[in-house]
């Protein structure tokens, strides 16, 4: 078994990641998913949370919300509709997006689209709490 796994993270802007990784965790459709070299191979749907790796000791987060991931027993291949560094993160922004879904969602506004307000603040707290962990 191999030491490492290929990661590579690619948005629609970018690539954002191409590293080697001791392991992965993922946001799956269904749960996270631990994905270590050798894994069987899979295809998932991403669904919102945190991206994390170990690559030399150190934990590298990212904020994620939806996408896809192929793993390979050596390559992690995720595209991502939307991802972020945790270095990255505007916190207040967030903080912000999550006080307007919140109000939106007490509201009993018609013409609030409840779905959207609800993918906004699953996003918005995602974003949160791989902020507050750091990279």
Same mark, same amino acid.
């Given at each position: 078994?191999?030491?490492?796994?290929?990661l590579? #993270?690619?948005?629609?802007?970018r690539? $954002? !990641?191409?590293?080697?990784?001791? =392991? !992965?965790? &993922?946001?799956?459709?269904?749960?996270?998913l631990? &994905?270590?070299?050798?894994? %069987?191979?899979?295809?998932t749907?991403? +669904?919102?949370?945190?991206i994390?790796? *170990?690559? /030399?000791?150190?934990?590298?987060r990212?904020?994620v919300?939806?996408?896809?991931? =192929?793993? $390979?027993?050596?390559?992690?291949?995720?595209?991502a509709?939307?991802?972020?560094?945790?270095s990255? #993160?505007?916190?207040a922004? %967030?903080?912000?997006? *999550?006080k307007? %879904?919140?109000?939106?969602?007490?509201s009993?506004?018609?013409e !609030?689209?409840?779905e959207?307000?609800?993918? +906004?603040?699953?996003?918005a =707290?995602?974003? &949160?709490?791989? /902020?507050? *962990?750091? +990279?």
């Amino acid at each position: 078994m191999a030491e490492a796994l290929e990661l590579e #993270i690619v948005t629609p802007e970018r690539l $954002l !990641v191409h590293d080697k990784a001791e =392991e !992965v965790q &993922i946001p799956g459709g269904k749960g996270y998913l631990g &994905i270590l070299p050798g894994h %069987a191979p899979l295809i998932t749907e991403l +669904s919102v949370g945190e991206i994390s790796y *170990k690559n /030399a000791g150190n934990t590298i987060r990212f904020a994620v919300a939806w996408g896809f991931a =192929e793993v $390979l027993p050596y390559k992690v291949t995720i595209l991502a509709e939307r991802c972020q560094r945790a270095s990255e #993160i505007d916190v207040a922004r %967030a903080q912000e997006t *999550k006080k307007r %879904a919140e109000d939106q969602l007490r509201s009993n506004d018609p013409e !609030v689209d409840y779905e959207r307000a609800q993918r +906004s603040l699953q996003r918005a =707290e995602a974003w &949160i709490n791989v /902020a507050q *962990k750091g +990279s």
